[in-house]
Structures are given as structure tokens and as C-alpha cells.
């Protein structure tokens, strides 16, 4: 029925725009970086490089082992050598060919169903179609016999995973089609010649309407054309040749209603013989012989195939809705069996995770908590052998699925606090505090050194989320400082909350600066109304915040300026050092960064929201308040504690037994800090009462105290306790 309403050519027509319409519409995945950004979903298991999304040596050596760890060491090195550039070579034009023979061979099918039709080619496929098949056959099956064993190893691995499963479909529907391939155009061509040949022997009186199309003159038979049920033979003629009269009309066929629109009559056939008349009995059959039947079935077939294949290829490339093959791999056996049990145990752990992309993406405890190492590890809950956990996850694993977040974060101070805190309150191991008020204190937010014994972490080294911490892979700082466990928020580390239990107090009160500032009001004031999670990617001024955070400064991408995980960019000045300086000539972390570059970006995150004049109003006044600091407070007190030392009227022995020691030591880590700080994020009432204005009390006091030590001569032991002085 519906042949009849809609032609053969218009419905293929029809189904091919259809396909290629919906194969546009449908979004490119990338395996990139800037995809990551954009999208919020990580790269796991698929381990590309920033540039060129090739595979590195791990992740390949990952496929070829049938996505298993551990690794086999055999397998790590066949796949190292296969990333030579030599190979790689290979892969680049083995994958060209093999996509050129595919589309090649795949166009013909579709060319034959659409634009010929499979009953044209009734006695046989001509030489050259017959040459381009077996080539692009050839060529498929040598390019795909290699890049199949590039990714397979072993034979189980066709039937461990999805994509293995569809690559094993795909080849056993290819060898299928090139068998019907090879066995239409060598047996069937030849049977179909013998066919047609029979034909094209019979007597003119023979011709009926039904095989009136053997004589088309193709492959050196009969060329004939009926005008007015008169059978014309135009075999001889040079405007026929290949049974084509310039293109437009096909010997084979009646030509009667085609005459009357040429440019010259029925005159023109008195030049060619006249071989009698169609006979107009009626055929009983079709027409069509055994052979041509059963080489249309087999046309049909391997079109059905093409679709089968391209429906493979489509499975791996973008994922089926729903699982073709359920997992069996001891690895996702353990993380459902992590899931299910924490679920009980703890289920504030199991509602963080399940809030998270962590688990819109499949990413189950075990992604993150599974380690190789033995010493790193602890089995002493797991019933899934040989799956160890590892109880302290660290930026390295983090590193599998953002790697361009964790070198960022390797290069920042945050990663590195526990060093600068050991460099500039070198005291902290001088009668200043213990181990216990470290532990409780300091460590909670620079993070110390993490001590495993037997595969736990040690008592006193652990809970440990320091942003400097030290872990026992190498690898320093904690991703979940920021992005708390286990729903690891964007949104949260978006908002000032994040930073505040650490940078708060007297030594560095950010979070009061910034609640006191503009900024700081217009968050509390209409914050619960932004856009914290962005389905593009970015987080843009004036369409998702109205004021900037933390994060929207020091973190976040803004115009031309990229995002980073590195805190220590954007930064001019160092204004939690004694003298202020810039960031590369901070002696305990230098800065690999040019502070005049540093202050562009941070501009032009400024200007996001403020005139240029503005923004460079407000570094100018930074830079006085720092020189101020310097000039006024901390070069003249620092000049005073020296001299007092040179002079011996303070002791060396150790720090903070004399009270002048502890007021030098507030005046720039206290007063001083909050001054500059106070200025550099506009809080008034911290540049001043909280900062200059104390600090005017504070050198007061060692001005006082100097002279008081001077009245009393060289220093004795006046003091037998830290910071407390003996009845006088």
C-alpha cells in the first residue's frame, strides 16, 4: 500500500534525510578538557590527553585489558609500545582507511537501494561496482583486524563489557555481509549473466513488456527501445552507447511519451533497424529469474546490516538507555556491595553521594577508595576479594578525572600550607604550642603529615582535611577541604561559607572582611536567589551572581581570564607576610607567577562589574596601604627588635619569652595582616579600627618596651615561662 502512494526512490530518500537530520542534531562528544569545564562531567575511564584526545599509555592499556585493574605489567608494556609514534602512525592512517573503505562501501549499498534499485541490475553487477567492493572489503577487513587488536587482548574481553559485546556483534554482522557480498558478485553475477544471456538469445517476436528491460546494452548485451510497440535495435548506434542516450534515457525501456518532448520526431528511428513489434501477451511471473530474486534478497540484507552496524557503532559511541550487558567485575560487584551497606551504616555518606554528579555519572565508592597498594590499604570490611580500600583518598585519584584541577592545585599555597606554616611560624616548634594544640588547631586547616600503619592512617596524623596535608602517596592537599565529602558541591565551594573555617580569626579574618564589605551585604541580602550550578559550565557575572565570592575572585573564569584551582594566581602583593612583597619574592613559597600579569587578571575580573577607573583606583590605594604598613610599622618595629637583640637586651634562647616578642609577633601576623587585608577587599572598618589604628597601639607598646629594656640594662633571666614574667 504504500509502494503505491509513495515511489521506492522517495521513501529511501526520505529514511536517509531522516537519518542524517537526526545524526546532526544529536550533540558530539568530546573527551577534552574544556568539555569537562563546560559540562561538569568527568572523564573517567577514558583517560585522554589535553590535546589531540588520545589515549594516554594507561588508559590504553585500560581498554586493552578489558577496563580490568590491576593492569597486567605485560599489558602496560605492549601498550607502551603501541603508543610509540611509530604506531601511532599506523593507528592515524589504519583509521583513515578503514572510515574511507566503510563509507565507500557502505555509500554504494545505499546508492544501489536508492538512485538504481536492486531489479536494474538484473544480469549482473558491473566490472568496476564489483572491483570497488572487493577493495573496500579488503581494505576493511585488514584496517579492522588490526584496530581490533590494538583494543582487544583476550577473547573473554568481547563479552566483560558493553563496548566489547557491540565490537564482537559488529565484526560477526561484517564477516556476514562481506560472505553475501563475495557470493553476489561471484556466484550470483555469474548465474544472473547466464540468466540474462538466455534472454538476450531469444527471437525479437519474444520481447514482452516484462523483460523488455534485459536489453538496456550493459555489459555487451542487445540495446532496444519501443516507440509505438515497434522494437528499435540501437546496439550500433554512437548516440547509445552503454545502452545511454546522453544521459537522459536507457535503452530497455518504451520510449513512446518521451518522444514527443524531444527536440526531433520519429524521423530519427528510420536510421536503425527494426528487429518487430512487443508482444503484449502478458508474463505470468515477475520476470525475474531464480538468480535475480535471490540477489535482490541478499541486496536487502546487507542494506538491513549497514543499519545493524551503524547501530552498534552508535550503542558504544553515546550509550544505550539501558544496560545491554550486566557487569560482572569483582571491582563493580564491590562498589554495589559499598553502596548498599553504607546505606545502612551510614546513610548520611549514602544521601552526599546520591545527591551528587559523582552518581549521576556511576562513579561509586570504590572509583575513588579502591588502591593497589598494599601498605595504603585495609580490608578488614570488605567481603570482595582482592578489592583493597583505601581510607585516605588524595588528589592523585582526584587526578583521574580532573587532571587539570589537580596540577593547578598542586602549584597553589593551599597545597603547600603545611611547608609556608613551618617557614613563617617557625616558633610553632618552640614553646609556642604542643603537639595536642597542633593537632586540634593548626593542622585542622594546613593539614600535617598523614602516618599509615598496617593500611590505616595513625591516630593524631588522622581525621585530616588540611588543604596542605601530606599524604602517603606523595601527593599534597585534600580535594575535600573545598568540595566536602561525598557530595563533592560545586555550589559549595562557590560560596563564601567554604573558606570560612579556615580564614577567619585574628591572624587572617577574611570571612569578616568579606561579610563586612559590599560584597559581602549584597550576598546576604539576595545570595539564595543566584544561579550556583550552571548547566553550561561557567559562572558568569551578571547572570548567575550579582556579587563576587571568594571563589568569583581568586577562582573562577572571567571573560578571558581562565578558571584555576590555583589560589596563589590573580595575587600583586603577599599580604600575609611580615614585610609585604610580591608573590615571587616570598621566600617561603615563591610564586612561579609575574605579579604585573596576576594584577590584569584580577582587573578584568573587577571589571565584570566596575569601570576601569574604578578598578584602578582601588589597586592604587592598595599599593599606598602597603606601603604605608611597610614604611610606618613594619620596617621601624622591626628596626627596634633587632637592635634590642644586637644589643643582648633580648634573649635569643627562645621565642616568645619576653612580652616584646609577642608584640612584635602581632603587630604584622595580627594588626598588620588585618590592615592590608581590610583594605585589599574593601572592609573600612578592618583596614582602620581593626588594623592601622591598633597597629599605632601596638608600636606604641614596643617603642615603650624598648625603652623600658634599655633603663634596665643587658638581658638576665628575668623569665622562667613562655610570655610570663617573674614577680619583680
Known amino acids: 500500500m504504500i509502494a503505491r502512494l509513495f515511489p521506492r526512490k522517495i521513501l529511501y530518500f526520505t529514511l536517509t534525510l531522516v537519518i542524517i537530520l537526526t545524526g546532526m542534531l544529536i550533540p558530539f562528544a568530546e573527551a577534552t578538557d574544556q568539555y569537562a569545564e563546560r559540562t561538569g562531567k568527568g572523564c573517567i575511564f577514558c583517560h585522554r590527553e589535553s590535546a589531540g584526545g588520545q589515549l594516554k599509555t594507561t588508559g590504553f592499556a585500560f581498554i586493552k585489558n578489558g577496563y580490568q585493574y590491576p593492569i597486567p605489567e605485560r599489558i602496560l608494556i605492549k601498550a607502551e609500545s603501541l603508543q610509540s609514534p611509530f604506531h601511532k602512525v599506523i593507528r592515524f592512517v589504519f583509521g583513515y582507511l578503514h572510515l574511507i573503505a566503510?563509507?565507500?562501501?557502505?555509500?554504494?549499498?545505499?546508492?544501489?537501494?536508492?538512485?538504481?534499485?536492486?531489479?536494474?541490475?538484473?544480469?549482473?553487477?558491473?566490472?568496476?561496482?564489483?572491483?570497488?567492493?572487493?577493495?573496500?572489503?579488503?581494505?576493511?577487513?585488514?584496517?579492522?583486524?588490526?584496530l581490533t587488536w590494538v583494543r582487544?587482548?583476550?577473547?573473554?574481553?568481547?563479552?566483560?563489557?558493553?563496548?566489547?559485546?557491540?565490537?564482537?556483534?559488529?565484526?560477526?554482522?561484517?564477516?556476514?555481509?562481506?560472505?553475501?557480498?563475495?557470493?553476489?558478485?561471484?556466484?550470483?553475477?555469474?548465474?544472473?549473466?547466464?540468466?540474462?544471456?538466455?534472454?538476450?538469445?531469444?527471437?525479437?517476436e519474444e520481447i514482452t513488456p516484462d523483460n523488455l528491460e534485459q536489453f538496456n546494452g550493459t555489459s555487451g548485451k542487445a540495446a532496444y527501445i519501443v516507440v509505438e510497440n515497434k522494437v528499435y535495435d540501437v546496439s550500433e548506434s554512437a548516440k547509445w552507447k552503454e545502452g545511454r542516450?546522453?544521459?537522459?534515457?536507457?535503452?530497455?525501456?518504451?520510449?513512446?511519451s518521451r518522444l514527443k518532448g524531444a527536440p526531433h520526431g520519429p524521423e530519427v528511428l528510420e536510421k536503425v533497424p527494426q528487429v518487430g513489434e512487443i508482444s503484449?501477451?502478458?508474463?505470468?511471473?515477475?520476470?525475474?529469474?531464480?538468480?535475480?530474486?535471490?540477489?535482490?534478497?541478499?541486496?536487502?540484507?546487507?542494506?538491513?546490516?549497514?543499519?545493524?552496524?551503524?547501530?552498534?557503532?552508535?550503542?558504544?559511541?553515546?550509550?544505550f538507555p539501558w544496560p545491554i550487558l550486566p557487569?560482572?567485575?569483582?571491582?563493580?560487584?564491590?562498589?554495589?556491595?559499598?553502596?548498599?551497606?553504607?546505606?545502612?551504616?551510614?546513610?548520611?555518606?549514602?544521601?552526599d553521594w546520591q545527591e551528587s554528579v559523582h552518581a549521576r555519572l556511576g562513579i561509586d565508592c570504590l572509583k575513588c577508595h579502591q588502591e593497589e597498594d598494599e601498605d595504603l590499604s585495609s580490608q578488614s570490611h570488605l567481603k570482595y576479594?582482592?578489592?583493597?580500600?583505601?581510607?585516605?583518598?588524595?588528589?592523585?585519584?582526584?587526578?583521574?578525572?580532573?587532571?587539570?584541577?589537580?596540577?593547578?592545585?598542586?602549584?597553589?599555597?593551599h597545597a603547600h600550607t603545611w611547608e609556608i606554616m613551618w617557614k613563617i611560624d617557625y616558633w610553632l616548634n618552640h614553646d609556642m604550642n604542643n603537639q595536642v594544640e597542633r593537632t586540634t588547631g593548626c593542622y585542622a586547616c594546613h593539614g600535617s603529615v598523614v602516618e599509615v600503619s598496617e593500611g590505616s592512617p595513625l591516630p593524631g596524623s588522622w581525621p585530616n582535611v588540611g588543604v596542605g596535608r601530606r599524604n602517603p602517596d606523595g601527593t599534597s592537599g585534600s580535594c575535600s577541604s573545598c568540595h566536602t565529602r561525598h557530595r563533592f558541591s560545586v555550589m559549595e565551594a562557590r560560596k563564601p561559607e567554604a573558606c570560612d573555617q579556615c580564614h577567619l580569626g585574628p591572624d587572617h579574618p577574611q570571612i569578616e572582611i568579606y561579610n563586612e564589605s559590599k560584597h559581602g551585604t549584597i550576598y546576604h541580602?539576595?545570595?539564595?536567589?543566584?544561579?550556583?550550578?550552571?548547566?553550561?559550565?561557567?559562572?558568569?557575572?551578571?547572570?548567575?551572581?550579582?556579587?563576587?565570592?571568594?571563589?568569583?575572585?581568586?577562582?573562577?573564569?572571567?571573560?578571558?581570564?581562565?578558571g584555576t584551582h590555583d589560589v596563589t594566581e590573580r595575587l600583586s602583593w603577599e599580604t600575609q607576610a611580615p614585610l609585604t612583597v610580591r608573590p615571587e619574592a616570598f621566600a617561603p613559597f615563591p610564586a612561579d607567577t609575574d605579579w604585573r600579569v596576576e594584577r590584569q587578571k584580577m582587573k578584568r575580573v573587577c571589571s565584570q562589574c566596575h569601570s576601569d577607573r574604578w578598578t584602578d583606583d582601588h589597586f592604587k590605594n592598595l599599593d599606598d596601604v602597603v606601603q604605608n604598613y611597610n614604611e610606618l610599622y613594619y620596617q621601624p618595629a622591626k628596626t627596634i627588635i633587632d637592635s634590642l637583640y644586637g644589643e643582648k637586651l633580648l634573649s635569643r634562647t627562645r621565642y616568645f619569652d619576653e612580652p616584646l616578642e609577642w608584640e612584635f609577633y602581632e603587630l604584622w601576623h595580627h594588626e598588620g595582616r588585618r590592615a592590608r587585608m581590610g583594605a585589599a577587599m574593601m572592609a573600612p572598618d578592618y583596614a582602620w579600627w581593626h588594623g592601622f589604628y591598633e597597629l599605632k597601639h601596638r608600636f606604641a607598646e614596643i617603642q615603650k618596651g624598648s625603652e623600658s629594656l634599655r633603663k634596665r640594662g643587658p638581658f638576665e633571666d628575668r623569665y622562667s615561662i613562655p610570655g610570663r614574667m617573674k614577680n619583680e
Request: hydrophobic share 40%; aromatic share 10%; with cysteine.
Open 327 to 351: 557487569e560482572r567485575r569483582a571491582e563493580v560487584s564491590a562498589g554495589a556491595g559499598c553502596i548498599q551497606c553504607h546505606q545502612e551504616k551510614s546513610p548520611g555518606i549514602f544521601h
Open 152 to 204: 582487544i587482548e583476550r577473547w573473554e574481553q568481547f563479552f566483560n563489557h558493553s563496548f566489547g559485546l557491540m565490537l564482537f556483534i559488529k565484526i560477526m554482522l561484517f564477516l556476514i555481509m562481506v560472505g553475501i557480498g563475495l557470493t553476489a558478485i561471484t556466484i550470483m553475477n555469474s548465474r544472473m549473466r547466464k540468466e540474462s544471456s538466455a534472454v538476450s538469445s531469444g527471437h525479437p
Open 385 to 413: 576479594d582482592p578489592v583493597r580500600v583505601a581510607v585516605v583518598v588524595t588528589p592523585k585519584t582526584c587526578a583521574g578525572c580532573h587532571p587539570k584541577e589537580a596540577d593547578q592545585y598542586s602549584r597553589s599555597k
Open 525 to 562: 541580602a539576595e545570595g539564595d536567589t543566584w544561579n550556583w550550578e550552571t548547566d553550561d559550565g561557567p559562572w558568569k557575572a551578571g547572570r548567575d551572581f550579582r556579587a563576587p565570592t571568594c571563589a568569583a575572585c581568586h577562582m573562577s573564569a572571567a571573560e578571558d581570564v581562565p
Open 280 to 319: 503484449r501477451a502478458k508474463a505470468k511471473t515477475s520476470g525475474l529469474h531464480p538468480g535475480q530474486r535471490l540477489f535482490i534478497k541478499m541486496a536487502y540484507i546487507n542494506l538491513v546490516i549497514i543499519f545493524l552496524i551503524l547501530a552498534c557503532i552508535s550503542i558504544w559511541r553515546w550509550d
Open 245 to 256: 542516450h546522453f544521459g537522459k534515457h536507457q535503452a530497455g525501456s518504451d520510449l513512446t
Open 102 to 146: 566503510a563509507v565507500i562501501f557502505a555509500g554504494t549499498i545505499f546508492y544501489i537501494h536508492i538512485f538504481i534499485g536492486p531489479r536494474q541490475l538484473k544480469s549482473g553487477i558491473p566490472k568496476g561496482e564489483r572491483i570497488l567492493g572487493v577493495s573496500c572489503m579488503a581494505v576493511l577487513t585488514v584496517t579492522g583486524g588490526y
